[in-house]
């Protein structure tokens, strides 16, 4: 099975912006849903201004909030 | 629950627009560029339309600015380039901005009877209880909110629900005024920041003195950032001390000095005061570190105004330092609280500037800096391992423990640590009233301490693990062995309030 890869940015502006709570969300995800993402922080994903920013597979995603992210992982693992 | 509301993204989003435009000299002529850039016509929309969310939006640059409410916006950015910050409290409400919360503070619920006492009918001054479908009503046009009512029924059948902003301040200060919206009573206010911290509507905010202080940077004055012990990890985990350190040198701070430096000094003078004063002079004595725990000791515990320690603050002990050394430094604190605010206007020539670390934060990305990619350095902290816990509830008490246990074993001290102004309040009524046989109190406003203050951007959870993680790595562990700390000390200078 393939991991889902989601990149957070930790910079100064998608810090300020809320880039911890992404992380605080995915890290209190269920063991077994957790088991299938690749969690990785970014010092910068060269969005700044439009953060948190967050690349999912690659795909740079902008403006992410806790519940944006939820549902994107929730897609993502039922797509598997 | 995630920190990062939506309104306190809008807040971030103008102080870092404003310092912005500040650093690159264009806040005189763009300032109205906020208006649009931070609210677009697309939204994201948080209130009724994008006029009103201007307006809201105007008033939060005008406190941004440090500047009142009644100028146009023109003049409150020349006011604040020329470096002038208006002499108003710390803690403003945005009229504009409140909602001024249509809750119904009094609800009567289905426990109600409609008995044949009345006692709710009768109780109340303005005649505002009536009966309606078999039930006490509430008419809330003419209801003052007194809460006779609920007082007076037997069944508990009228519940009180709080608006947030005074639900979170423990000391009474802010109500609703007669149109509903918030309303401070300065009387009471220590400026703690809870009730900005609390309102859903971000209708409470502190002023900022980011633009004066960038004016100063860039007029290139020695400005030194003095540290709070809490910032450990306030710019994420990944994000060492010493970046921080590197950053604010980046953006043009002449020097850096830790606060946990003045929290040794504070230590040892508080050491000295405890040992020659209680029991013998005073029954009790308490810590003076938290500016808004000691307001509220003068403004709603004033004969209790002895008990507090004479020692200044570590922010008032650092800042005595530098000025010491550089007489004509700019001196900033850079902190989690907004009481320091105050603090700082007591203190006239030792404090300049306080800032707090998301005003910092702001300021960074305002000058085009990201903490995350500067080049980590060696640092070493200049404090004990005790004076760097003072960023945590308990760490003042312990410090202040370990020191007498070196200076005075066997001294009669029996401390208690307190957060949050409730249960301080509760504390020293209780040594008041002999229920309790505390002599040394540290009293912070704060739950959890500095690192649980209104202006820190991380999880006090994470930063306190990461704090005391910091401070094991201190080569001296108490105040005592602290060689900065005790030159200092012998350096002549006054460590107590006037």
Known sequence: MTMLKIEVCVGSACYLLGSQDLIEMIEGLPEDVKANIDLRGSSCLKACGKGPNVKINGELISGVTPDKLMEIIKYNIQRK | MPQVTEVVKLR????????????????????????YTVVTEEGPR?????????????????????????????????????????????INIMPVACDQCPIDKFIVTNACRNCLAHHCINSCPKQAIMVVQNRAYIDKNKCVECGMCKKSCPYGAIIEVNRPCESACDLGAIKAGKDR????????????????????????????????????IKAGKKVYAVLAPAFIGQFGAKVKPSQVVEALKKMGFYAVAEVSLGADIVTLEETKEFTASVPRQRK??????????????????????????????PMIAIGKVVKQREPDAVVVFVGPCTAKKAEAEQYEGIIDYVITFEELACMMVGAGLNMAKINEAVFETSASRDGNSFAKAGGVMQSVMDMV?????????????????????????????????????????????????????????????????????????????NEFAAAEVQSGVHWHRE
């Open chain 2, 12 to 35: 971030r989003r103008v102080l870092t627009e404003i310092a912005r435009l500040a650093f690159e000299a264009k806040l005189k002529q763009d300032v109205d560029s906020i208006l």
């Open chain 2, 46 to 90: 948080y209130r009724c339309c994008v006029y009103k969310e201007r307006a809201v939006l105007k008033e939060r640059i005008k406190l941004a600015l440090s500047q009142p409410s009644d100028l146009e916006i023109n003049e409150a950015v020349e006011n604040a380039l020329r470096g002038k910050i208006a002499d108003m409290p710390v």
């Open chain 2, 181 to 216: 919206c918030a309303e401070i009573d300065y009387d009471k206010c220590v400026q703690c920041g809870s009730c900005k911290t609390a309102c859903p509507f971000g209708a409470i905010s502190d002023r900022s003195a980011i633009v004066q202080l960038i004016q100063a």
């Open chain 2, 284 to 313: 009790y004595m308490t810590t003076s570190c938290c500016p808004a725990f000691v307001s509220m000791i003068g403004k709603h515990l004033p004969a209790e105004t002895n008990s507090v320690s004479t020692t200044v603050s």
């Open chain 2, 405 to 481: 246990d070196t200076v005075a074993p066997g001294t009669d001290i029996r401390p208690q640590s307190c957060e949050g102004l409730q249960n301080c309040m509760t504390a020293i009524q209780q040594i008041i009233s002999g229920k309790s046989d505390i002599n040394f109190i540290e009293g912070m406003a704060c739950e959890g301490g500095c690192v649980g203050g209104p202006g820190v951007l991380t999880n006090m959870k994470v930063t306190g693990k990461l704090v005391e993680n910091f401070s094991k790595s201190a080569k001296a562990i108490t105040a005592g062995e």
